[in-house]
Nanobody, 129 residues
Framework: QVQVVESGGGEVQEGGSLRLSCTAS????????MGWFRQVPGKGREGISC????????YYGDSVKGRFTISRDNSKNTLYLQMRDLKPEDSAMYYC??????????????????????WGQGTQVTVSS
């Protein structure tokens, strides 16, 4: 049984930093591109960052470019998202997802389920001003 688990969320002041982590059981993360989506209530899931299976390429959405850094340690089966200079608009539920980076760049839709097969339950990030 596949289980994807995010951790590291929490509440932070504007301008602060957080590092999210994602691990998986029943799944070898190095077989997949990996990334992060985020969602606020009432809006769709936004793909904000992705990293290829070998860390050779990355993607960042405009809203996080220059502030967030994605990385992975395949020896630990773990994905990371270092978030700096956090803003209140970064407040959201953050999800760790498997999927090729070529499919990032838009909001998730149900017809993309086969492209993003495994999701974690999410970790909440709240940035206060």
């Amino acid at each position: 049984q596949v289980q994807v688990v995010e951790s590291g969320g929490g509440e932070v002041q504007e301008g602060g930093s957080l590092r999210l982590s994602c691990t998986a059981s029943g799944l070898v993360l190095s077989d997949y591109g990996m990334g992060w989506f985020r969602q606020v209530p009432g809006k769709g899931r936004e793909g904000i960052s992705c990293i290829s299976w070998d860390a050779g390429s990355t993607y960042y959405g405009d809203s996080v470019k220059g502030r967030f850094t994605i990385s992975r340690d395949n020896s630990k089966n773990t994905l990371y998202l270092q978030m700096r200079d956090l803003k209140p608009e970064d407040s959201a539920m953050y999800y760790c997802v498997t999927g090729d980076c070529a499919y990032y760049g838009s909001y998730y839709s149900a017809d993309q389920a086969v492209l993003f097969p495994y999701w974690g339950q999410g970790t909440q990030v709240t940035v206060s001003s």
